[in-house]
């Protein structure tokens, strides 16, 4: 059984150009192209007529998210590290590697990270390289082609806020561990963040800066081993095994369904009036992980258990945004029920038989 995201890929067209925003015949450069979100973006790109590079090194993308593309003449794929420097047009660098083929690019979209807390031990300096030496280079190629630089960081920025900073403003600055587990995440998007802002500061490039919250559907990471709580809950309940909920299950998060997210992206690079701000996209309708554990259970129609574990160090209490500057600026909110959202991406889980 394979699993058709025509769709939801058209969904994302059909909303975008209803508010007057199309990226065709523009030439954006995609870092992490070939991972959960940079390929739907990708793909939406495509379809759309942009001419699409995308960048990625596969060390967590997968080649299978982008093969369907290939081929196509508005389409390349350019296996390196964005963490290594790379350039495009003019050779300006005696030994790094150049592709020269490539005209002038409009959009540099910085989107290569691992994301999962469960590779934050395994991985931490690739994590830091790719959104501290990964965001320079990506700048880098930003300003040497005076495009628009588009990050995508995260709520971890904001770490663990307090009760009434949630749903947490853009604003607010953050309560972060910088040696803690979660550190090398946190702080290389903190530290990612501080780049973008030097760079238009010093350079003049326009910039967008987006805080993405949890985040989900068809193409996220489903290994096992890779352990964010979608993917766990959806592959423990269709194996009958037991749910593993950290803590107590008191804990939120709010879960968006990834074609709201690149909707909310793409109508953040594609309006003219947003140069230089940072937004939050997620969904602001919180649930508990016990509460996640439940629909799952349901819409899975597992016999699962569900058995409770430790809560890892710094794991954050609650995590909502603040939607009011996406609202006001962009016009966007979340519109897909978490229901919705995860039936969608548990009949992709069917498909693919949880292997990656
Ligand atoms: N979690 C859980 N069981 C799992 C995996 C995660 O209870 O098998 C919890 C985790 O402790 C956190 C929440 O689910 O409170 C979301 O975890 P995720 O790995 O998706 O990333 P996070 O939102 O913490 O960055």
């Known amino acids: 059984m394979s699993y058709d995201l025509t769709q939801d890929i058209q969904e994302i067209i059909n909303r975008i150009e209803k508010a007057r925003i199309s990226f065709k015949d523009k030439t954006i450069l995609v870092t992490g192209g070939a991972g959960f979100l940079g390929s739907w973006m990708c793909d939406v790109l495509v379809q759309q007529g942009a001419t699409c590079i995308c960048l990625d090194n596969l060390s967590s993308g997968l ?17 390196h590290d964005i963490a290594t ?31 999962s807390p469960f590779e934050f031990k395994t991985y931490p300096i690739q994590i830091l390289k790719s959104n501290t030496l990964g965001t320079w280079i990506a700048l880098g190629i930003a300003k040497k082609h005076n495009a628009l630089f588009f990050y995508t960081s995260t709520s ?71 352990g964010r709580v979608v993917p766990n809950f959806i592959n423990q309940a269709l194996n009958d095994e037991d749910i593993t909920v950290f803590g107590d299950g008191s804990q939120t998060r709010s879960f968006t369904y990834v074609v709201d997210e690149i909707e909310g992206f793409l109508k953040f ?88």
């Open 63 to 79: 080649h299978e998210n982008i093969a369907h593309l290939e081929g196509k003449d508005n389409f390349r794929f350019i296996k």
């Open 156 to 226: 971890e920025v904001y770490g663990n806020p307090p009760p009434e900073m949630v749903p947490t403003p853009e604003t607010y600055h953050g309560n972060v561990n910088p040696i803690g587990p979660r550190g090398c995440y946190d702080e290389a998007k903190r530290a990612g963040e501080a780049y973008v802002k030097a760079y238009e500061l010093q350079h003049g490039i326009k910039t967008k800066i987006v805080r993405i919250f949890n985040t989900s559907g068809p193409r996220i990471r489903h290994g096992s081993e890779y």
């Open 269 to 356: 690079v594609g309006n003219n009036n947003a140069s230089g701000q940072v937004i939050n996209i997620g969904s602001n309708k919180q649930f508990t992980i016990l509460e996640l554990a439940e629909i799952i259970i349901d819409l899975t129609s597992s016999s699962s258990k569900i058995i409770f574990k430790s809560l890892p160090k710094d794991d954050p209490l609650r995590r909502s945004p603040d939607l009011t500057r996406a609202r006001q600026i962009l016009g966007w909110e979340p519109t897909t029920s978490l229901k919705d959202g995860l039936s969608k991406t548990i009949t992709w889980f069917k498909a693919h038989g949880g292997k990656e």
């Open 85 to 115: 420097p790379i350039y495009f047009g003019e050779k300006t660098h005696p030994s790094a590697p150049c592709v020269s083929d490539v005209g002038k690019i409009d959009i540099v979209m910085h989107m290569a990270s691992r994301a």
